[in-house]
Structure formats: C-alpha cells, structure tokens
C-alpha cells in the first residue's frame, strides 16, 4: 500500500468533498472525519514501523515510493520516512483533529473577539490542504519535491491568517508571507545550484549525500538552505514576523503555525543541511550556536515584558526554537535526539497553550493580560489545563519537555560547555514569564468581566485533553518515541561524522565491504 501518498490525497480529497458539501455544519463534520482517518491511518503506518532499519543506507526511508515527475530534469516524486520524518508527521496528524474541534467556531463570526463571518468551508478546506502539505514536506526524499511542499504550505496559512485573523491580520499575513518567500528563493537558488554542480541528474536527496566535497561550494550552499530555515524555524534574528503572526492568526492556525510549520525549519536542518554540507555544517556551528543561545536569551527575557498572552507565547517559542537548533548543531547524538523529541514535545505544549488562550480570548474579547485575573475562581478546570500546559513550557520535571530540554543540554554540554551553560539560564527565564503570566490572569481578585465566566464545555475538555496526556504520557514514559528518533540520527550523524576524513558514504561502505 502507498502509505505516505494515501496520507498526502485522503485530506485533499477531503478538502475538496469539504468545500462541495452544501451545510456549514456538515463541512466541519466531514473535515473532522478525514482528519481522524488520516490520523488512523498514520497510526497503522507507524506500528508497522520497524526502528532498527534505519541504521542501514539501503532500509533507512521505509515506507518510499519513488516516480518520475519531470525526467528531463531528475525531478521525482519522492517520498520515505525515517524515524525523524515520522514522529513530525504523527505530530501533524494528532494536532489536525484537535484544531479542527478547537476552531468549530472560529470562521462563523461568533465570539466577543470574533472577526466578521467568513466562509466556514473555506476554512476547514484550508486546514485539510495545509495537512496534506506538513505530511508532503517531512515525507519528500526529492529535494526539489520537499521545495514545492516547503513554498506549497504558505498558502493555506496566509489565507486563514489574513481572512480568518485579528484586527491586524492583512499586516501580518503578508509580512509572514513576504519573510518566508524570501527564504524560499534563496533556497531555491541553492537547489538548483546544487543539482547543477552535482553533475549527478537527480534531485534524489540519499543520491546527493556526500556528493559536494569543495569546501567552499559546501559553505554557498548550506547558507542558502539554512537561511530558508532559519526563517522558518524563526531563529534569532530571522524571527520578526512570527509574534506577529501568531498573534493574529485564529487560535487554530497558530497552533499549526507554531507547532508544526516552524518545525519545517529545524528539521530541515538536521536533514539537508547537515547531512548535504556536513563540513560546511562544521564551519558554521560556532555562529549557529551563538544565535541560538542569544535566542533563548532574548526569546524568553522579551516575553517577560509582554502584555499581550498570544505575543507572549510566541516569544517563548523563540526561546524553545534556540534550543533546538543548539541541539541539532551540538552533533551528538543526545543532543541531536532530544532536539527532535523537542520539536514534538513543544508542539504539544505550545498547542494546548495557545488553544486554551484561545479559549479566553472567545470568552472575554481580550488578549491582554491585564484584563483577567481570578479566573480559576471561576474557571478552575480552564486553570487547571493552562497551567499544565505552561509547566510544560517551562520544562517541569514529569512532563514531556523536561525529557528534551535535558536531553539537548546534556549533548550540547558534552562539546560546548560555556554556551550551554549560558543557555540554562533559559530555564530559569523561563519559570518567570510562565508562572507570572499564570499568577496575572488566573490567581488574585476575579475581574469584573471575568465573573461568569464560563469553564471548559465538552468539546473544549476534548480538545485540550489528548494534549495534557501527550505532555504528562511523554513526561514519564519517551521511550517509544526515542526509540523511533535514536537510529535514525545516529544514521544523520555518521554521516555528519564520516565527512572528517573527507570520506563520502560510498565510498566508506566499498570500504568497508572490502575489509
């Protein structure tokens, strides 16, 4: 069965049925069906699974099919995961159902801070195109093909941030627009470079491993490709249009946005720019690794003066996104494991964060911290997730990012110690501008226009509680996901590693098959 392509068309499929049926409530109805197929059909992909393989060349993507698209130009589709491919899509695919319930509202103009009624269809259409787009980009293994997903998924999320938005959403629409397309070129033009000055006519990216030997052909070009996802990712400074973004954009949308499209960035560090330019990789920690650190500085210290909880939250996103790419860029294999066990972790607690905000925000009309206070007198299951959800964010032992955050600090520590010493100061910012804002809105005397308020419905209690079990579940137990992420960056890293000698994969396996 072509598992990833049935992954990819079954929500475009959807999407199309979605915009076609006649009710608004029956295009809600439907989009959460295919959403929960796409989910059930990941889930059986996943058990079928088999970790051990990726330690081979020859086993590493499973799951691939492989066709001809342009010919002339070596352009296939493509597509395989390893075990870093695999637990993003089953992270994209959990996260899609449960944005789907959480905006059931979020496109028929109601709600105190409700934009004018747009066309519901549209909407769920939107996010069932944008699925089938994060499933495209973490399964392409054409490097042109994860290029059209990498530019494909700024459409939908443009259009839900611009039409669906708060009062500023045109403003941030296109600044988010204009700062990815930006990458997008420049990536581009690496591409193309890259295939050019293989010489080896195809796009294939385990074809074009170990492939560039020049040093300095290796610098231009890993440059092209992480300031894509630098961008993307949004590393410091590359981060600007991201608060922004995430504060108009619905709720939904910007659990996507944050939880899933941004991880495009890291992971394609940890897959193409590594792996493609592994002595350009090398070259360029010592930089990487000072950004990142001076992002989780900056991420979290900016978020403390915030006033506005969606600004916020996305602020400590900069700071969580630092330390994922010192874990990538620490290249061992701790660091590298907890940075993708990180980019799960963080969707999962960043998504049940801004969804719980956007629970607040439909009540009482405001994202301005000032304008609650005591809601957990009124709210106390509403408190409760929320203040879970932000000890997530600050990496509570017992919960999932502990596991992760610990991960890439302790890799990180093993060849930078001074920075990832820095970076711990992080942590500590980091129980400041969670539990502040926690103390603000739910501790303290009950605002008036918080009186009354009402606590989480049933469709809320499932919405935010799959999330609240994924943070405590993967808190105490990681292991089935680590053992999922383990073989497949150690494959990345001796990859990484073998380039010391100056030894492309090839010719190490003829090697090694001659001893």
């Known amino acids: 069965m072509p598992w990833l392509s049935t992954l990819i068309a079954v929500p475009v499929v959807g999407a199309v049925g979605v915009s076609l049926v006649k009710s608004d409530k029956l295009a809600k109805q439907l989009a959460l069906v295919v959403s929960l197929v796409v989910l059930a059909l990941t889930a059986v ?7 051990a393989l990726g330690a081979s060349k020859e086993t590493r993507f499973q799951f691939a099919e492989v066709y001809d698209w342009i010919p002339a130009f070596g352009v296939h589709y493509g597509v395989g995961v390893d075990g870093i491919a695999l637990v ?51 399964a392409a293994t054409d490097v042109f093909l994860f290029y059209v997903f990498f530019e494909a998924m700024l459409i939908p999320m443009y259009f839900m941030i611009g039409s669906y938005g708060g009062a500023q959403r045109s403003y941030a629409a296109v600044k988010f627009l204009l700062y990815s397309l930006f990458g997008g070129l ?57 608060p922004d973004a995430a504060a108009q954009a619905p709720a939904g949308a910007a659990v996507l946005l944050v939880g899933v499209l941004d991880k495009v960035g890291t992971y394609g560090m940890l897959r193409f720019c590594l792996e493609l330019f592994p002595d ?21 210290i900016v978020a403390i003066g915030q006033t506005d909880m969606k600004r916020l939250i996305a602020y400590t996103s900069i700071s969580h996104f630092g330390f994922i790419a010192l874990g990538v860029f620490a290249m061992t294999t701790n660091a590298g494991a907890g940075a993708t066990l990180y980019m799960v972790n963080h969707g999962f607690s960043t998504g049940a964060l801004f969804l719980i905000t956007g629970f607040l925000i439909y009540r009482r009309g405001s994202s301005q911290i000032a304008d609650y206070g005591g809601v957990q007198k009124v709210a106390p299951l509403l408190a409760g997730t929320f203040l879970i ?31 990832t010493i820095i970076a711990t100061t992080g942590v500590i910012l980091a129980s400041v501008y969670i539990l502040w804002m926690y103390q603000r809105t739910m501790n303290g005397p009950t605002a008036e226009k918080v009186k009354g308020l009402p606590d989480l419905d049933a469709r809320e209690r499932w919405v935010v509680g799959p999330l609240i079990v ?40 003829k090697k090694g098959a001659g001893q």
């Open 186 to 242: 420049l990536m581009l033009v690496a591409v193309i470079a890259l295939y050019v000055i293989a010489e080896k006519g195809t796009f294939m990216f385990p074809e074009l491993i170990g492939v560039i030997q020049d040093p300095t052909t290796q610098k231009w070009l890993f440059l092209g490709f992480f300031i894509a996802f630098a961008v993307k990712a949004p590393l410091w400074p590359f981060h600007t249009w991201l």
């Open 280 to 300: 350009a990789a090398k070259f360029f920690t010592p930089l990487v690794i000072t950004l990142s650190v001076i992002g989780i500085i900056y991420g979290a």
């Open 389 to 419: 959800a932000g000890l997530s964010g600050l990496s509570l032992p017992g919960l999932s990012t502990f596991v992760s955050e610990f991960m890439v600090l302790l890799g990180s520590y093993e060849r930078y110690i001074v920075p």
């Open 45 to 51: 992909m996943a058990f079928r699974f088999d970790p």
């Open 88 to 138: 993003l899509i089953a992270l994209s695919v959990i996260l899609v159902p449960i944005v789907i319930l959480a905006s059931w509202h979020d496109a028929d103009g109601t709600g105190a801070a409700a934009p004018p009624k747009r066309s519901v269809k549209t909407y769920f259409a939107l996010l069932l195109v944008l699925e089938a787009m994060m499933i495209g980009v973490f």
């Open 470 to 509: 994924m943070i405590i579940a993967l808190g105490f137990f990681p292991k089935p996901a680590l053992d999922m992420i383990n073989p497949a960056v150690d494959h990345t890293l001796s990859n990484v590693h073998i380039s010391n000698l100056h030894i492309t994969p090839a010719v190490a396996e």
